[in-house]
Nanobody, 125 residues
Framework: QVQLVESGGGLVQAGGSLRLSCAAS????????MGWFRQAPGKEREFVTA????????YYADSVKGRFTVSRDKAKNTVYLQMNSLKPEDTAVYYC??????????????????WGQGTQVTVSS
């Protein structure tokens, strides 16, 4: 059973930056992608970004494009989310997830097999 542990969340002022990390406990199968999602109070979990593990190809939600950058360290089984120019509307619990199969779009929560516990990001105005 793969375990994902997020870290790096916190409180930041609008315009500031945070870097989230997601470390996987093991990689005993072929991953297709790792993604980041977020969920604000009273809202559904939404796609933020994803990275294709082998190619490094990336996908971003329009709301974060140009401000957030996803990357991965294959040797450490870790994915990162660099968040710049943060806005109050970015406030949410951020989750990382692993999609083990290429079946299904990276933007859908249903495509992912393993999830982290989440880390809170709060952006004050």
């Amino acid at each position: 059973q793969v375990q994902l542990v997020e870290s790096g969340g916190g409180l930041v002022q609008a315009g500031g930056s945070l870097r989230l990390s997601c470390a996987a406990s093991e990689r005993t199968f072929s991953w297709y992608a790792m993604g980041w999602f977020r969920q604000a109070p009273g809202k559904e979990r939404e796609f933020v970004t994803a990275i294709i593990w082998f190619t490094g190809g990336t996908y971003y939600a329009d709301s974060v494009k140009g401000r957030f950058t996803v990357s991965r360290d294959k040797a450490k089984n870790t994915v990162y989310l660099q968040m710049n120019s943060l806005k109050p509307e970015d406030t949410a619990v951020y989750y990382c997830a692993v999609q083990s199969s290429s079946v299904g779009s990276v933007v859908y929560t249903s495509s992912y097999n393993y999830w982290g516990q989440g880390t809170q990001v709060t952006v004050s105005s």
